[in-house]
């Protein structure tokens, strides 16, 4: 692979602990989320990190493939949800499903885009195969 750029982060503690990045942009404490029987707050954790990672990813390879069939996309939002849960080995295993919100464009062409992006996204491509992704045309 030819790197375009590398991004670089330390956890430390786990999921009760820290999340930092090399340029100090990131600095994060992490918790368990009650649901999942930590004490929760006002703190991010992996799944979160990674919605918000994969949403912002999404959203920017749609705009690509948009340029890139001469289409205008104006004010396009996705929203990511990644679900944890026990697999069948006795660990854990995610899930994702993305609302993508694409305005004033034919739906049949939003769908194809959309199609498209999925082909495109880094996120999309790292995940297809291993974890399940839904994406929905809202």
């Known amino acids: 692979m ?6 670089q982060a330390t956890a430390t503690g786990g999921r009760e602990g820290k999340v930092s990045t090399t340029d100090g942009v990131l600095d994060l404490r992490t918790e368990i989320p009650k649901e999942m029987g930590g004490k929760g707050g006002a703190y ?3 799944e979160q990190l990674f919605a918000a990672g994969y949403a912002a990813c ?3 390879a749609l705009n690509h493939v948009a340029r890139s069939q001469k289409v205008k996309l104006q004010d396009t939002e996705v929203t990511a949800r990644v679900s944890i849960g026990p697999n069948d080995a006795g660990g854990f295993m995610l899930g994702v499903t993305l609302q993508v919100s694409i305005p004033n464009i034919d739906r049949e062409l939003a769908q194809k885009l ?10 999309s491509n790292a995940t ?10 809202i």
Not at 2 to 7: D, G, Q, S
Not at 114 to 119: K, R, V
């Open 128 to 137: 297809r195969g291993n974890i399940e992704v839904q994406i929905t045309l």
């Open 2 to 7: 030819k790197t375009l750029y590398t991004a």
């Open 44 to 46: 991010t954790n992996p």
């Open 114 to 123: 959309l199609e498209t992006a999925h082909q495109v996204c880094p996120y």
């Open 58 to 60: 999404f959203d920017s």
